[in-house]
């Protein structure tokens, strides 16, 4: 499973774009990069996935460059409610590679009003 | 549709002890995850179950346990408690389509506190 890397904090201001960046240099051919979200005292849930160039959902956008070294997430005008961690995972499929998937430490982001 | 549910919602428990959580997938779902999140980090994985067999786990001692029943239902049993097995225990379930997984839909956790 490929070693990704996120910042751990960021901060933003309601209404703002926020863009969290993902590195993972060692992708393989057929990994998939997947995000979620975690707030307090809860189970992560599912924000979005791709596998290369750009994939928008009604969340959020993934960015993916041609290399697949990095990804990011954006997410459009940020709410008080997006306040949360945000997890990148990257991998062909968590069933192959559950085991390995630990989720790391994610990126906390904290929207002020 | 019912989520993923799990309980107890909190579990106290003392040294020594032993402490069991239970989850009930998503129906249709077969495949139930397990992963342990101690207090300001992320999640670590514990155990995978498919179709009533133990299929991967984690980097976890002996005393960390489970089995999936037949109803693909899950529990998870932590013997012999220490303090720092104090965590919020999640469960996820997904669905395996052409031999991958789709997401994982996750539970609120069960919070076991270990005094």
């Known amino acids: 499973l490929a070693k990704t890397t996120q910042p751990i904090s960021m901060d933003s201001y309601e209404g703002q774009e926020v863009n969290i960046t993902c590195s993972h240099n060692?992708?393989?051919?057929?990994?998939?990069i997947t995000w979620y979200q975690q707030f307090p005292s809860q189970g992560p849930r599912f924000i979005i996935q791709?596998?290369?160039t750009k994939v928008t959902n009604e969340v959020a956008s993934l960015f993916i460059p041609a290399d697949r070294k990095s990804s990011t997430l954006s997410l459009p005008r940020v709410s008080l409610s997006d306040t949360a961690v945000y997890y990148c995972?990257?991998?062909?499929?968590?069933?192959?590679?559950?085991?390995?998937?630990?989720f790391g430490d994610g990126t906390t982001l904290t929207v002020k009003p | 549709e019912a989520g993923v549910t799990q309980s107890p919602t909190h579990l106290i428990k003392t040294r020594g002890q032993q402490a069991t959580l239970r989850c009930s997938p998503i129906?249709?779902?077969?495949?139930v995850y397990w992963y342990q999140q101690a207090l300001g980090l992320g999640l670590q994985f514990l155990l995978w179950?498919?179709?009533?067999?133990?299929?991967n786990r984690g980097n976890f001692p002996p005393r960390f346990s489970g089995r999936q029943f037949p109803n693909y239902s899950s529990e998870l049993n932590v013997n012999a408690l220490e303090l720092e097995d104090s965590a919020l225990y999640l469960c996820?379930?997904?669905?395996?389509?052409?031999?991958?997984?789709?997401?994982?839909?996750f539970g609120e956790g069960s919070r076991l506190t270990v005094l």
């Open positions: 996820a379930s997904s669905l395996i389509f052409r031999g991958e997984t789709g997401e994982l839909f």
């Open positions: 060692n992708i393989a051919t057929n990994d998939y």
């Open positions: 791709g596998y290369k």
């Open positions: 995972l990257v991998g062909r499929d968590l069933q192959t590679n559950a085991g390995k998937s630990t």
């Open positions: 129906s249709g779902h077969t495949s």
């Open positions: 179950y498919d179709e009533g067999e133990e299929r």
